[in-house]
């Protein structure tokens, strides 16, 4: 089975420009997760989407927004970038075969890495 | 108080030494644990899950969870230097999951 892919895997903007980062899950799993990696913050959830609704939210302003297509294709958007969303950006994906995504396990793709100039 | 506690390291060991890796919760909703490695530019691979308390070995690595201490972790035995990497847990109650901020191995030949 092929892995979680994310496009592009690097991307540069400026301050004030928007973004779409584009993330296609393993056949056949259900959620798609996107998480910011940061050396000083780690990694931080941002949103889950399963079956085209977001069913979890992290604790990151409205500029950072996402969707998920009837295919389980996701993509997050970032409007007016700031320096400090520079980061590198995963998506992860699961089956979402448990009940209350209990057992789920994710399996992340290898990033998109934005740098905010 | 972070949900999930993880010392960052870095954790320096010569080659074949036993690693141990571990991280504390005070979430006692966390019913799954996971531990994930990272390599350097890379997206975190899972390496093990387990939902009880307990051991559970694949190869040379061991995970333990200790649910009434809300403390899990994770062994590497004859540790190589391809081990060398960042080592995250990750705890799941829910729809919600919580990493640590994980702990930088050194792997020495």
């Known amino acids: 089975k092929a892995g979680v892919t994310q496009t592009p895997r690097y991307l540069i903007k400026t301050r004030g420009q928007q973004v779409t980062l584009s993330c296609s899950p393993i056949?056949?799993?259900?959620?798609v997760s996107w998480y910011q990696q940061t050396p000083g913050q780690g990694l931080q959830f941002l949103f889950e989407?399963?079956?085209?609704?977001?069913?979890n939210k992290g604790n990151f302003p409205g500029r950072f927004s996402g969707r998920q297509f009837s295919n389980s294709r996701s993509e997050m958007n970032v409007s007016t970038l700031e320096l400090g969303d520079s980061a590198l950006y995963l998506c992860?994906?699961?089956?979402?075969?448990?009940?209350?995504?209990?057992?789920?396990?994710?399996?992340f793709g290898p990033g998109t890495r934005l740098t905010v100039l | 108080q972070k949900e999930v506690e993880q010392d960052p390291g870095p954790l320096s060991v010569p080659e074949g030494a036993i690693v141990s890796l571990n991280c504390t919760y005070s979430?006692?909703?966390?019913?799954?644990f996971m531990w994930y490695r990272q390599y350097s530019r890379k997206g975190p691979e899972l390496l093990m899950y387990?939902?009880?308390?307990g051991n559970k070995e694949d190869g040379r690595f061991t995970a333990q969870v200790d649910k009434s201490s809300k403390y899990i972790s994770l062994f590497i035995r004859d540790s190589q230097p391809s081990d060398s990497a960042t080592y995250l847990c990750?705890?799941?109650?829910?729809?919600?999951?919580?990493f640590g901020a994980g702990t930088r191995l050194f792997v020495k030949a």
């Open positions: 992860a994906s699961s089956p979402a075969k448990g009940l209350a995504g209990v057992g789920d396990t994710q399996y």
């Open positions: 056949s056949g799993h259900r959620s």
């Open positions: 989407y399963f079956s085209e609704t977001q069913r």
């Open positions: 979430n006692s909703a966390f019913q799954y």
């Open positions: 387990t939902y009880s308390s």
């Open positions: 990750a705890m799941r109650g829910g729809f919600k999951t919580i």
